[in-house]
């Protein structure tokens, strides 16, 4: 009778070490449910300040980049566009979120006609001069633009990221971990997956989250409620996602959010906004 063989001594330590990591992540999983401004509820492994950290390297590097491209827009008229719809949101998402008032709020104009703009965790932020030369933004439509961006570092967007990145890589940290590979290799490299997950697009259910806070955003700092709705016209006259079905893209539908944003408006448009145009300082770059 053939007697089964036992494990290895190095097998039994893999498996170990396998249901030792199953069990952290698990408990991760399990602690880390925490409850966004509008009330979702989300998986946050990385914590914001982490976050916050990764975007400022991230940030700096790009700058760096664009400088050296030179891609940063000199344009004062501009510049002092985005400064003062910009310093109007920030006041608003202070007030409402005070811990923003220690994030380093700046916002790097880019020479660049492709109509975009983006917000990292803590508040850097950056607008490309095409939202206004190609698209002819009003004040009040940029300042749903920038107040939906604003909305996503609000949100957490940028650490939620990260934790789902980190929870994608944990069944291959588990399987190197059981294949007795260098565990310090496969944690940096996961390391490294999740600060990449800062420059990737966010999902629908983001998207939709930010585009409701940042009409809020944009109505109490005094801007016009259809205005989002507006800016999204110009965006779809310009072609802005167009032929990309909703279930192939993470941004919901130009048609499907316009519909969205106005039904909003009957319950945003009343709120309380600042009509003394109160700001908050902005560094702008250049």
Wanted: glycine residues 6%; negative net charge.
């Amino acid at each position: 009778m053939n007697l089964p063989r036992s494990a290895s001594p190095a097998s039994k330590a893999g498996s170990l070490r396998f249901a030792l990591l199953a069990t952290v992540l698990v408990a991760l999983a399990l602690a880390a449910c925490v409850t966004s401004p509008t009330g979702r509820s989300q998986l946050m492994i990385v914590s914001p300040e982490t976050a916050i950290a990764a975007s400022q390297r991230a940030y700096l590097n790009a700058v760096r980049d664009l400088q050296r491209e030179n891609r940063l827009l000199y344009d004062w008229r501009i510049k002092e566009r985005v400064e003062s719809v910009a310093g109007r949101v920030v006041a608003q998402a202070v007030a409402l979120y005070p811990r923003t008032s220690r994030w380093q709020w700046s916002v790097a104009l880019i020479d660049d006609d492709d109509p975009n703009a983006w917000c990292m965790a803590g508040g850097r932020m950056a607008v490309n001069s095409g939202l206004l030369t190609e698209l002819g933004l009003s004040n009040d439509e940029l300042a749903h633009i920038i107040g939906h961006e604003i909305a996503h570092a609000i949100a957490n967007h940028t650490a939620e990221r990260m934790s789902m990145v980190l929870l994608t890589q944990a069944g291959l940290i588990a399987a190197a971990i059981a294949a007795d590979e260098d565990d310090e290799d496969v944690l940096s490299a996961a390391s490294v997956a999740a600060d990449l997950a800062i420059m990737l697009p966010n999902s629908r259910v983001a998207e939709s989250e930010a585009d409701r806070l940042g009409m809020e955003l944009a109505i109490r700092a005094g801007y016009e409620p259809a205005a989002a709705v507006s800016m999204w016209d110009k965006m779809a006259a310009a072609g802005f996602g167009a032929g990309v079905p909703q279930f192939l893209s993470t941004h919901p539908a130009p048609g499907n959010r316009q519909a969205a944003l106005r039904a909003l408006i009957p319950s945003l448009g009343g709120l309380p906004s600042a009509a003394s145009g109160e700001t908050y300082p902005v560094a702008v770059v250049p």
